[in-house]
């Protein structure tokens, strides 16, 4: 399978514990985009890479969040910290250049 | 600021029946729109975009600048169409897509 790849497809942790999602791109795709999706809402941007550098992040919901893209290849999300408010899935991006992103399967979490 | 609004959240219609699902959005330079679809227990796929001008399993789309609007219209929908549709929007940056809320099609037999 060529497509973007994450793990885990569901997570579920108790309120107040730290997660961590990863997301593998779509092989030569150099920008890498994390999106949050609520019930009954559209995907919402959180923030993209371009090879290794972070260029947008202003989106991310709280200082709670943070992601990287070491390599430049695969990333990782991070929430500290969870909230109830949390729960939702997350989504992950590839593409390349401004063309069409490709999105991964997503991650599911669940904050008890 | 960018914004996209999907007013129906639910469109059910009988198969053969022509399918038209609205996106209005708010943009002040030259945006991108998009079409992406979802089907049950399926990722999200790009159906269509603007710029291509071209019919994707029988749906096409129309940006009209005037209203700013991109509904996606079929003439006679499928029961495969049944899938949730999202409208989304690339600005001028083009590093982030800002969707609507999204519109549940279901096609009855």
């Known amino acids: 399978d060529t497509g973007v790849s994450q793990n885990p497809r569901h997570k579920i942790t108790k309120r107040g514990q730290n997660v961590t999602f990863r997301c593998d791109p779509i092989s030569e795709h150099n920008r890498l985009y994390w999106y949050r999706q609520t019930l009954g809402q559209g995907p919402e941007f959180l923030t993209y890479f371009q090879n290794e550098a972070q260029l947008e992040k202003s989106r991310l919901l709280s200082d709670r969040f943070s992601a990287e893209r070491p390599k430049g290849s695969f990333s990782t999300l991070e929430i500290q910290r969870t909230e109830q408010g949390d729960s939702a899935m997350y989504l992950c991006?590839?593409?390349?250049?401004?063309?069409?992103?490709?999105f991964g399967p997503g991650t599911r979490l669940t904050v008890l | 600021a960018q914004r996209v609004t999907q007013p129906e959240k639910l469109l059910s219609v009988f198969k053969g029946a022509p399918v038209e699902l609205k996106c209005n959005y708010s943009y002040s330079g030259s945006p991108e729109l998009f079409w992406y679809v979802q089907y049950s227990r399926q990722r999200l796929q790009l159906l269509l975009r603007h710029i291509s001008r071209e019919s994707i399993k029988g749906f096409t789309a129309d940006l009209n600048k005037g209203e700013t609007s991109f509904h996606l219209k079929k003439p006679f929908a499928q029961e495969e169409d049944s899938a949730m549709y999202y409208c989304a929007l690339s600005g001028n940056a083009g590093n982030m897509l800002t969707f609507g809320g999204g519109t549940r099609l279901m096609v009855k037999p």
């Open positions: 991006a590839s593409s390349l250049e401004v063309r069409i992103q490709f």
